[in-house]
């Protein structure tokens, strides 16, 4: 399993219109293979950064499957920009 881990820094005065396009785009990423869970948290501090957590059976469902499909170049329209500055996107296995 693998953890696909983004702090989201949304531009400011765009959040809740964020959280609406990330409710709609949730079916496109959730239908992709090898897709386990998805989850976004807010902050509580900067509410403009959002937690973004995505559950993969393998790297390459996210890496090479996900964003090498049509499915990935919706969900870049609808979330993109939205971003500032763009996030790092970095994945974690589980170890412990």
Do not use: N
Request: proline share 5%; glycine share 6%.
């Amino acid at each position: 399993m693998i953890t696909e881990h983004a702090l989201l820094e949304v531009v400011p005065g765009r959040e809740d219109e964020f959280v609406e396009a990330m409710e709609r785009a949730k079916a496109l990423i959730a239908a992709s293979p090898g897709f386990v869970s998805l989850r976004v948290q807010r902050g509580i501090e900067r509410p403009g950064c959002f937690l973004l957590l995505v559950e993969w059976e393998t790297l390459e469902d996210h890496t090479e499957g996900f964003r090498g499909s049509a499915a990935y170049e919706q969900w870049r329209a609808a979330l993109h920009h939205f971003y500032d500055p763009f996030p790092v996107v970095e994945h974690f296995e589980v170890i412990v």
